[in-house]
Structure formats: C-alpha cells, structure tokens
DNA sequence: GTCTATACTTGGATAGAC
DNA sequence: GTCTATCCAAGTATAGAC
C-alpha cells in the first residue's frame, strides 16, 4: 500500500489532512463539548501537529465552524432526503422522531448545542453561528407547511413562530438529555406523539399538497 | 462612610467577600458565559483578588455551582409565588410569558444554559447541574397539572413529559434568543400563546381544582 | 481575611528547519 | 505540508506576608 511521503505515522488520516483536521473536531465537539475543543486536543485526535491548525484554518473557531458546516450539510442533505416521503402527520412525526433519535446518538445535536452556548464567550461566533442556523429553520418551516399554512391550525400561528419553536424544543430536548447522558425522557416524548399522531391526522391537522378546504371531493 | 479594615478600594462589596463572589459569578455568568467564568474575571468584577475564589469555594467550578444555586433559589421562590395567583390557562400563559420575558431580560436563563452546556466539558459538573434542575422540572409540572392531570387532554400524555417538554422549549428559546441577542422571535412565541389561550380555555384545556370529568360531580 | 508572589499547566499563535 | 521549537498570554492553585 502507498505512504504519504513524509516519515509521520499515517494514523487516520489517508493523505488529506484538513479533512482530518475537521473530522477530529466534529468528534471532539460532539463528546467533549466546545471549552474542550483546542487546537492540541483536536490536533491530537487528527494525528497531527497543533500548528496545522493554524496553517489550515487560521484560528481555532474557523476549524471549530468548518466541523459545524460539515456536520450541517450531511444533515441538511439528509433531513430534505427523507422529507420527500413524507405523506402525513402521522410519517412528519415519525421522521422528526427518527431524526432527533440519530441526531441524539450521534452527537450532532450537542455538537451544535455546544457551538451555540460557546458563541456567548468568543466575540463574533454568535453571528456566525446564526447564519449557519438558517438551513435548519428553513427546513423546519418546510417540513411544517401542511401544518402551519394549510391546515386547521393555519391563521392561528405562522410558519416561522411554529419553526422556531420546533428547532428550540430540539435543541432543549438535547441540552437536557446531554446533561446526564439519560435520551430516554427526550424519546419517550417523540414516541408519545408518535401515538398521538393519527388523532390530530383524524382532526385536520394534515392537509395535502392541494387540498385548501375540506369542501370539495375532487382527488385526494 | 465607614471603610471595611484594610486599604484595598470598597468597591462593590460592603464586608462581605463571600457574597460578592458569587454575585460577581452569577453576572459573569448571566453576560459573558460559561468560557469566561474564570477565577480571575469573577474576581475582578468583585472587586478583590484571584486567590479568594479558592479560599472560600476550593475551585472555580464550585463558585459557579453557588451562583447557579443563588438565583435558582430566588427564581423558585418568585416562581411559586406567582404562580398562587393562576386561575385558569390564560393566567398560566400570562404567568409563563413573564416568567420567561424575565428571565430572558436578565440572564438568569443564559446562565442556566451556560451551566448545562459547560458541564459537557467538565467531568462531574453534569450531575451536578442535573440536581439542580430538578426544582425546575417540579414547579413546570405543578404548574401544568391542572392541564396535564385533570383536563380534556389528561391521559394523553403524563405529566412528566410535558413539564420536560416545556422545560426543554424554555432552554431551547434561550439558547436562540442569546445567538444573536434577539428576543423577539421568543416573545413573539408567547404572544401568540397568550391570545390563544382562551380559545383552549372554552375547550376544557383547563379545569378547576375540584372538576374531575362533565358526567360526576362526586369528588374524586 | 485579604493581599502579593509565584509555581505549574495549558492554550493560541508564529518561526523556521526539513 | 508537516514537524519541532518557542513565545506569550491566561488560567488554576498554593504559600506566605500582613
């Protein structure tokens, strides 16, 4: 098998070493949390030197932003993949259930968690922070549409009030679950709107792409 | 003016180091994170020297937990002393609005954050803040019980899941208000839940102490 | 109780050899 | 591109003077 050129051990990384650099700090932001995400720690875990850091990415937070970028866009790529086949309340809640689950156990939300809390006390990370939150509320927005603009509820709060709320409970959820490592409070809520589902579906919670009232028979 | 013993400036502490410390840590805290909380910072606000955070709190993390617990306990003591005058869910919504307009004003909620975020990075401080949540977690579910146990919607879900629930979107609100220092987005949120309140009032979301169900009026 | 001084550690960032 | 070496700042914690 080939080697890189020079004599350092190859450890996890095959010839790519930014690509390291990120991976390793996705992995320490999402186990050991911001304040423990330094340049010799991430570094560490990439298997190699503190200085590249600053040789790839300039300062520790723009390392620490590309590891929130990467981890955004696989899930953003995700989430509108499985939206697609979304027909009803009753998938909405079991895909929302799926993906807190996955998100839960894999970190990704206490990464994003931790990046948050963490902006209070780096001038400037707040705003950068918030412009890479964008995607994730629109996707809320988007995935709550049928709730939010087109059925019984519609008129009675907007898209954008519901979204915010759903993108704060899941982020609350996993800053509570994190806290002692117990997911199972945070699941037993997904799994009882799980059961709930099929009662607001009943209710008119859910309408189709355009069904606007329940009026006309035409095709459903 | 009387002047406390030795030369040092009075400064914001009349005789009572101890005390200082921990208001220094709790504004610390409240405005500039978990991060920043340092020995050296929290004294500086004090008004008195470094090596004073270790003479009365052993360490740093210990300081930082009697902050937390200082306005835990005065935000519990306000918080039931409110909540004796709730008569119905608008009362409830109004009291919750406030609550949080408060506590998104000054900082109590960004210091509760700070805490639960910042003990990912520190070994034993999870467990530690966890304890502390509890008071918490049990004023939310007295508070919703008339909701969660007796009304229309009791049985559908248990108390508990709730509270955590409301819990979470407490934390998860806080956290997005703070990213880019916006509160409207949050307020807007319990705007809406205020002028929708009646509405779930007619229809038995909420029900008096002694009404169990419509069809007895025997005593549970 | 409070201060000064200091030991020790860790972290951000740069310079320069290879 | 990667490493070694180093500087400097900041943090925790302790010792000892007053």
């Known amino acids: ?14 010839g790519n070493t930014r690509q390291a650099l990120v991976d390793a700090a996705v992995d320490v932001l999402r186990h050991e949390g911001f304040a423990a995400a330094t340049a010799r720690t991430v570094a560490g875990r990439a298997g190699c030197n503190q200085g590249l850091v600053f040789y790839y990415f300039g300062s520790v937070v723009d390392l620490l932003l590309a590891a929130l970028d990467e981890v955004s866009e696989q899930r953003r790529r995700r989430y509108e993949e499985a939206l697609a086949g979304v027909g009803g309340l009753g998938d909405l809640v079991d895909l929302a259930a799926r993906i807190f ?18 902006a209070t006390s780096t001038p400037g990370l707040g705003v950068a922070v918030k412009a890479r939150l964008v995607p994730w509320a629109q996707f809320a927005a988007a995935a ?14 907007g898209a ?5 709320a759903t993108v704060a409970l899941y982020l609350g959820l996993e800053l509570l679950s994190h806290l002692d490592g117990d997911t199972a409070p945070a699941l037993a809520l997904f799994e009882r709107a799980r059961r709930l589902a099929p009662l607001a579906d009943m209710a008119g ?13 035409e095709e459903k």
């Open 205 to 217: 919670l859910w309408t189709g792409k355009d069904q606007t009232s329940p009026t006309t028979t």
């Open 101 to 118: 689950a996955e998100d839960l156990e894999s970190g990704d939300a206490a990464l994003l968690v931790e990046m948050i809390a963490g």
């Open 144 to 157: 709550l549409e049928p709730i939010s603009s087109r059925s019984a509820l519609a008129g009675l709060a």
């Open 1 to 14: 098998m080939r080697r890189t050129g020079s004599a350092s051990r190859p450890s996890a990384r095959a």
């Open 160 to 164: 954008g009030e519901i979204a915010h």
